[in-house]
């Protein structure tokens, strides 16, 4: 089946330290993004990429990084500088023409301990 | 700037009311797509309707149904004879043609709670 898989499902983490949150997709997918989740609010985008080897930041990017070296693969590091992590995080993935729709992935909820 | 609004943080429903969810958006541009995605209880998002800017065209689809008003920037959500399982966030978004990044603005969600 074509879809998106993230994991973990749940994470925690430690003050001060990072951790990265991975996004696979298999639908053949140039575009890739990220979003972050607060309760009872939307969807805030962190960083985006549209080909391999690229990226650009999004709406609130400080304290996040992405790397994209595969189509298929873009994972996304949160790091220490990031003051407030603990949120829902979606990884969506879209063709690149046409502003046609997402395809997000079932979530990571990251909890700093 | 782009901006999605739904005002209606929450809404509560007896099962098989009719229900209908507001959106409201911004833009500059001329050409853009307005979409809505649900939100169930497990976190991942499921879209459910594309629409384009040209296309004023009323869309149903079951006990689902949009109505897209340019006039009013307007694409309301309504759901007919709603059943438990229709208990959800729903968000609208919106992008811009002009946008290369395919990026989405988002609202802030509404959420719907059906009881039996």
């Known amino acids: 089946d074509g879809g998106i898989t993230q994991s973990p499902k749940y994470l925690f983490r430690k003050e001060g330290q990072n951790v990265t949150l991975s996004c696979e997709q298999n639908l053949n997918h140039d575009a890739m993004y990220w979003y972050r989740q607060d309760p009872g609010q939307g969807l805030r985008l962190i960083y985006y990429s549209q080909i391999v080897n690229d990226f650009q930041k999004g709406d609130i990017a400080e304290g996040y990084s992405v790397s994209r070296e595969k189509k298929e693969s873009f994972p996304l590091t949160v790091t220490s500088a990031q003051k407030n992590p603990t949120a829902f995080y979606l990884c969506?993935?879209?063709?690149?023409?046409?502003?046609?729709?997402?395809?997000f992935g079932p979530g990571t909820r990251l909890t700093v301990l | 700037a782009q901006k999605v609004t739904q005002a209606q943080t929450e809404i509560s429903v007896v099962e098989k009311e009719d229900v209908t969810l507001d959106c409201v958006y911004e833009t500059r541009d001329t050409t853009y797509y307005l979409f809505w995605y649900k939100q169930p209880p497990s976190g991942e998002l499921v879209f459910l309707i594309r629409?384009?800017?040209?296309?004023?065209q009323n869309e149903i689809s079951g006990r689902y149904s949009w109505n897209f008003q340019k006039s009013t920037s307007s694409f309301n959500f309504t759901i007919t004879a709603s059943q438990v399982v229709d208990s959800a966030v729903y968000f609208c978004?919106?992008?811009?043609?002009?946008?290369?990044?395919?990026?989405?603005?988002f609202g802030g969600g509404t959420r719907l709670m059906v009881k039996p």
């Open positions: 969506a993935s879209s063709i690149v023409a046409g502003n046609n729709e997402q395809f």
């Open positions: 629409r384009n800017s040209f296309d004023e």
């Open positions: 978004a919106l992008s811009e043609a002009s946008n290369a990044g395919n990026m989405l603005t």
